[in-house]
């Protein structure tokens, strides 16, 4: 018999560089895990399962995630799923435990999103491997490259500038400066933004996000059993995934995210979201890329296409806007892989819990948007609708 799957615990680490990293990837798990389970009130017996993501070619191979769960003191009895779906890893985590949990198979699933660059000695290098080999990466072209399709199609179609795409970092600096948790936390202007070192036109480095490290856990439950838990529990209203085509030249459009939009009207239809600026309360978005937050945005019918950055100018997408965005930072601030990727979820969750950073916290927030992207050209897509369950 089916069953609704609800968050009822999360837990982070604070992020930093590999290069100040004080912990191991174990240790940083380990305390993610651990704080999960102590905001959930949840005994380590009572799990019945863990989903944790491994992105080959970053890590090696699956092994990276089984020698993690070995070393958890979970007990060495629960069933474990490894997901690797590349840039989508994060996301998914959180929609195989829920699918678990509304098989009924299982009661409380654990998703675990560890440190992924770790493990490279020269991530631009392993990033740029992303590219299509037989047609594409013969030319030189490399993630950035990839990256900027999208703003040199919007520019050329809007008229966007530099100084516009710079303002979803200067938004993305003054939000991450509230939060405890985040890598960059330091506040930058427009001019700032301009001036920093040029890559594939229209970005600048400024505009790409780091390479953290740190660590994210969160329990998906049955509804029955978030009832014994602490937390005011996050039902996980509506959830999917979408893919488009692999290789640049079967886009259709880059000045326009077709791919978010589809799986947004899916999602919506299932959620019974009629009007997202006015039913959403919080959101946040997975743009490693500056550009792509306000193509976003427009997919997500929050602005009309080209109005994703009249939208963020507007204040609308700030803390104190009607469509608060990014609290966290997002990617531009804090990107640790498969942690990094699963964090949209965890701070939703924490926000419509009412237990994010006090400095950050979206009074009243009952509805939120989390969303995932990844892989060549962005073609992988996953989104959810989350809910505060209010206890009776």
């Not at 837990?11 to 959930?40: I, M, Y």
């Not at 198979?105 to 000695?121: K, M, N, Q, S």
């Not at 743009?287 to 427009?298: G, H, N, R, S, T």
């Not at 994703?308 to 990617?331: E, K, Q, V, Y």
């Amino acid at each position: 018999m089916a069953t609704r799957a609800m968050i009822a615990g999360v837990g982070s680490t604070p992020a930093t560089s590999p290069r100040k990293q004080e912990r191991s990837a174990l240790e940083l798990v380990q305390e993610a895990v651990w704080a999960a389970l102590a905001h959930s009130g949840a005994a380590p017996n009572s799990l019945d399962g863990i989903v944790i993501g491994n992105i080959d070619g970053f890590e090696g191979t699956v092994l990276g995630a089984k020698h993690l769960v070995r070393r958890l003191g979970l007990g060495a009895d629960l069933p474990v799923s490894i997901v690797n779906t590349g840039g989508t890893t994060g996301g998914n985590l959180m929609q195989l435990a829920a699918r678990q949990v509304r098989s009924g198979d299982r009661r409380r699933v654990l998703c675990v999103g560890g440190p992924t660059f770790y493990g490279a000695e020269d991530l631009q290098s392993a990033i740029n491997t992303n590219s299509p080999m037989i047609v594409e990466q013969p030319l030189g072209m490399g993630a950035y490259h990839m990256g900027a399709f999208y703003p040199s199609a919007y520019q050329q179609r809007f008229g966007a500038t530099v100084e516009d795409f710079a303002v979803s970092v200067v938004q993305a600096h003054e939000h991450a400066s509230r939060n405890p948790y985040a890598h960059l936390r330091d506040t930058l202007t427009v001019a700032d933004v301009v001036a920093s070192k040029p890559l594939s036109h229209p970005m600048t480095m400024a505009m790409v996000c780091p390479v953290s490290t740190s660590a994210n856990a969160l329990l998906v439950t049955s509804e029955q059993s978030a009832v014994e838990l602490r937390p005011t529990p996050v039902l996980i209203r509506a959830m999917a995934t979408s893919s488009d085509p692999y290789l640049g030249g079967g886009k259709n459009d880059f000045a326009a995210m077709e791919n978010l939009s589809i799986l947004a009207r899916k999602v919506y239809r299932i959620a019974d979201i009629r009007n997202p600026r006015e039913d959403i309360d919080v959101v946040e978005l997975f743009a490693p890329y500056a550009p792509m937050q306000p193509m976003q945005l427009e997919a997500l019918g929050f602005a009309p296409p080209g109005g994703g950055i009249d939208l963020i100018r507007s204040g609308a997408t700030g803390f104190d806007g009607d469509l608060p965005t990014n609290l966290s930072g997002g990617p531009l601030c804090t990107n640790a892989g498969v942690a990094g990727e699963l964090a949209p979820y965890v701070y939703v969750a924490l926000q419509l819990m009412g237990d994010a950073p006090e400095e950050m916290q979206v009074a009243g927030a009952r509805r939120g948007l989390a969303h995932g992207t990844g892989g060549t050209f962005f073609q992988f897509e996953n989104l959810a609708i989350l809910e505060r369950q209010e206890r009776p």
